[in-house]
């Protein structure tokens, strides 16, 4: 298969596989299922699914029902110590996180977990919408790369993910676009980079995620009028 082939070319196999870390993955009935099992199997990682069926499911989901399920993901990860939880958006193109303490990791705050994490790569850009804090710009010129501002649209991170020695690319929600495999946002490819941003930090998810930088940002999501 052409994209697993990639994805694991992409990433440090061995070393994510030396830390053999357990996960509990909800796929929020997203066609992820279909080949992120297998991927992760080849990483060495102890997986724990839910909501795996595609079957006759095609229902969005309200923000209080994600948030409901990224909670009951939350507690299931504590209740069996596992390392990290993974919350897969239906689309399969952004996620959330939950580490070992039972705390959700999502939109601005995964970003902020991404820009920590990237403290050990070798120097890069990273492309962050216009409303990133300060704090992350200097915790990646802190870490030797550089912050490079953009607009959120889907169009202009996928232009600015084709630009020389890009990292990745985020509007902050939960949306990564590594370069490393494509110009495209990958929830399950940003799986495999945040385990191998842990394997090279040599924390869990709640450690790195207290050496993260300060979100001083509030944010609000508005209905839009019809």
């Known amino acids: 298969d052409f994209y697993a082939e990639g994805y694991l070319r992409a990433i440090p196999v061995e070393a994510i596989r030396g830390h053999r870390f357990r996960l509990v993955v909800d796929y929020a009935h997203s066609a992820a299922v279909v080949i992120l099992p297998r991927l ?3 990483l060495g990682c102890d997986v724990v699914t839910l909501n795996a069926h595609t079957d006759g499911v095609h229902e969005a989901l309200l923000a209080e029902e994600i948030e409901a399920a ?3 993901l939350a507690t299931i990860v504590s209740s069996l110590e596992a390392d990290l939880g993974v919350w897969l958006y239906p689309g399969a193109e952004r996620l959330a996180l939950v580490d070992g303490d039972g705390r959700v990791w999502r939109d601005v705050a995964l970003t902020a977990l991404a820009v920590r994490g990237a403290a050990g790569a070798p120097p890069s850009d990273v492309a962050l919408p216009a409303y990133a804090p300060s704090t992350f710009v200097d915790a990646l010129n802190a870490a030797g790369h550089r912050a490079v501002v953009t607009m959120s649209s889907s169009r202009a991170l996928t232009e600015a993910s084709r630009q020389k020695n890009v990292l990745f690319a985020t509007a902050g929600k939960g949306d990564f676009i590594f370069p490393a495999l494509h110009h495209a946002p990958d929830a399950m490819f940003a799986v495999g980079m945040f385990l191998a941003m842990l394997a090279r930090a040599g924390q869990s998810l709640a450690e790195l995620g207290r050496l993260a ?3 001083p ?7 839009c009028p019809p």
């Open 213 to 215: 930088p300060a979100i």
């Open 217 to 223: 940002v509030a944010t609000r999501d508005l209905p």
């Open 40 to 42: 992760l199997a080849e």
């Open 70 to 72: 990224q909670g009951r």
